[in-house]
């Protein structure tokens, strides 16, 4: 008879491989997901004293007037400006409302300058290093690197500029009909956590 072949034998040993740490809910790492406009200007104030501090500042001061996501700021173009008229056409994704907002006299300054001392010409407004439009982690990054230079209490991520439009907005009694139009929210369902938060509606209510 001919010899039966020899499978080799399997072995129920199983090989262990080390898990990389999950992140854990944002509530671990700080107690907010907005900054105050004291903390904004902090932020700011970091942005400016990078290497290219005006550029960054700029990004940093459209994202938080505006209530941009870090994507409509890399998209941005200055075919989107009207400088004349002082306006900034705001075109919105994840199925927003888009709108026009003016620009207030230090946005309008930083952008002129901008655009003349722009190399190479673009028609986008925000350039890297290389010359090209900055993407989202690139702006993602210099946002993080701003919050520990500012030597903020908690670790800050660029979408918590958005939100800080919005309670800063509903803390000076702005209501949540106009607020939704300026953020651009579909719903209002969206907006009311800002007003909610606000303290105006409470103002004086002690007084005789």
């Known amino acids: 008879m001919p ?15 080390p898990v990389p740490p999950t992140r854990g809910p944002n509530a671990e790492y700080r107690t907010r997901e907005h900054l105050t406009e004291g903390e904004m200007d902090r932020l700011l104030t970091a942005l400016k004293g990078n ?11 459209l994202i938080y007037r505006h209530g941009l996501r870090v994507s409509e700021a890399c998209d941005l173009r200055w075919d989107d400006l009207d400088l004349a008229k002082r306006t900034i056409g705001v075109r919105r994704l994840k199925g927003s409302t888009d709108s026009a907002h003016y620009l207030e006299r230090d946005e309008l300054a930083g952008l ?15 350039l890297n290093e290389r010359g090209q439009p900055f993407g989202r982690m690139g702006i993602g990054r210099m946002i993080e690197r701003a919050g520990e230079a500012a030597k903020l209490p908690f670790p800050v991520h660029v979408h918590m500029l958005r939100h800080s439009t919005g309670y800063a907005l509903a803390g000076k009694g702005m209501d949540t009909r106009r607020l939704q139009h300026f953020l651009g929210h579909a719903s209002i369902t969206n ?3 800002y007003t909610a938060m606000s303290p ?4 004086d209510i002690w007084r005789d």
């Open 191 to 193: 907006t009311v956590k």
């Open 3 to 17: 010899a039966k072949a020899k499978h080799p034998r399997r072995s129920n040993s199983v090989v262990m491989r």
């Open 112 to 126: 002129k300058r901008l655009q003349r001392d722009q190399e190479p010409k673009s028609s986008y407004v925000f």
């Open 51 to 61: 290497r290219h501090g005006q550029r960054d500042w700029l990004i940093g001061l």
């Open 200 to 203: 105006e509606p409470f103002k």
